[in-house]
């Protein structure tokens, strides 16, 4: 006959198998971010391109920035920052302290530092009337 510890402790053990055997519910799964929508149209493809390599973009426009002296209008982050502006409860854009701005929106679910806006501008210069960078324009531009 077995001590009552063990009998408990393989009652546990025997829920815990049990438990992790169940199949998951969508309900118990972490909620997945909420992407604020961008304010222009853009091409099919341009969303799931972004969410695919927006980091080897960025990485390679500091390269072609910082590095290379290469600075042009076409590939800036205003245009990135001008699309994708949240309003807060004022109506104005929110910096990157709030939790409603967009970059932050994926990467503090991801627990991913934004270190962009330590330089650039979180919000969208107030005279904006920049025009966001395409799908096929960004392609071609990772082929450079």
Known sequence: MWPLGYKLLLAVLGMAVLVSGLPVQA????PMPKVPKALEKTEKGHAKLMRLKHMDLMRHQRDETVHKGIRTKQYSLKACISCHAVAG????????????????????YAAVKVDCFQCHSSKPPSSASLKLPLTKQIQGFLRR
């Open 89 to 108: 409860p004022d109506k104005q854009p929110v910096s990157i302290t709030s939790p409603k701005h967009f970059c932050r929106s994926c990467h503090d």
């Open 27 to 30: 309900a118990d799964r972490v």
